[in-house]
């Protein structure tokens, strides 16, 4: 009940947060802007004038908003993988659809398909890796029977390792471009524009309409396979979907940002033990918490060691690697065993 009381406050306070995630993240950096002058700048247009102007519309504000929807993305992916799988330690990062959408974007770089097909085609392969790679993980974790969590979470590094092993050797035939894909697998957020957030947001929105479109199947997972058919959930077909769609989310915000993990772990945990299971009112409010999480963790990364920017998946990785290994020895101290 208490989780329930406070989870009614939580949407509206996590987007008030994400608001000043935002002028904080517009305002900090070698040249700092005060909150009021970046709220007046934005409330101008793209048409105000002057240097701090050029700074919050050119520079600042995409990266702004491609960590809000990068977040937002990486922790809905991350919610209803969970809720898929019955397994609170899912996630796109650990389960290899990061790693599989690397590749896939990678392979759209290298191949050249990006040069005749456009922006669409690296989001587009990148799906296409992250889609394989969490059937295949899926699969072998319930090899023999219905997987366990170590099986699932064993499968995801076992794939992971292969992936990244052709992941180097693309590097390694890459050429020219090798410098601009190492940067870009880091997981960073500079240098992007407008229609490169726009991109994620598409992707992003379409997957996330699909899951909150399955948010009480969800529910009704969370009870086990048998008593939602009994309660009229059509398993077969709302996995498949949810699948997709989660796949979707993670491997758009990859394709645009490179690998940035643990978003999609550290999120939804956190929204649960505040909103409750519900998935309701748990994937909104992911996806505020992932983007204020992603857009406060780059503004970080940006000013913690001026003139150098380190990169965001630096951050996540260094905040969520403790967080899950924290999650694993509470859950196998309690004895807890999941079945996806």
């Keep these: 009940m208490k989780a329930g009381g406070a989870g009614r406050w939580l949407i509206p306070a996590l987007g008030i947060l994400l608001v000043g995630c935002w002028v904080l993240g517009m305002g900090l950096g070698s040249v700092g802007i005060p909150p009021g002058e970046v709220l007046r700048i934005l409330a101008a247009g793209p048409e105000a004038t002057g240097p701090n102007a050029d700074i919050v519309w050119r520079l600042r504000g995409p990266r702004v908003l491609m960590g809000t929807v990068v977040g937002a993305a990486l ?83 076992a794939v992971s390792a292969v992936l990244s092993a052709l992941l180097s050797f693309l590097l390694l035939v890459s050429g020219h471009m090798l410098d601009r894909i190492v ?13 490169q957030a726009g ?24 009870l086990g396979e048998e008593a939602a058919l009994s309660l009229g959930v059509e398993v077969p077909v709302v996995k498949r979907n949810l699948l997709v769609a989660a796949s979707l989310a993670a491997a758009a915000a990859v394709a645009m940002t490179g690998v940035i993990g643990f978003v999609g772990l550290m999120v939804p945990h956190l929204v649960r033990l505040v909103a409750g299971p519900g998935h309701g009112r748990l994937l909104p409010a992911s996806a505020l918490g992932g983007a204020c999480l992603l857009v406060l963790s780059d ?42």
């Design 299 to 340: 503004t970080l990364a940006r000013c913690l060691l001026p003139p150098w920017e380190i990169p965001v998946g630096v951050i996540t990785a260094l905040t969520g690697g403790p967080f899950f290994l924290y999650l694993l020895w509470r859950h196998q101290r309690a004895g807890w065993e999941a079945k996806p």
């Design 183 to 195: 940067v870009w697998l880091m997981g960073n957020l500079g240098g992007r524009s407008w229609s």
């Design 199 to 222: 991109w994620v947001a598409a992707y992003g929105l379409v997957g996330g309409l699909v899951m909150w479109r399955y948010r009480r199947e969800l529910d009704a997972l969370a």
């Design 75 to 157: 922790a809905t992916g991350g919610a209803t993988l969970q809720g898929l799988f019955r397994n609170p330690l899912a996630d796109p990062y650990l389960l290899g659809v990061s790693a599989g959408a690397a590749v896939g974007a990678a392979l759209a770089m290298i191949g050249g398909a990006a040069r005749w097909a456009g922006m669409a085609a690296v989001p587009a392969f990148a799906f296409a890796g992250g889609l394989l790679t969490v059937w295949g993980v899926w699969q072998l974790s319930r090899a023999g029977g219905r997987g366990s969590t170590v099986s699932l979470l064993l499968a995801g590094v």
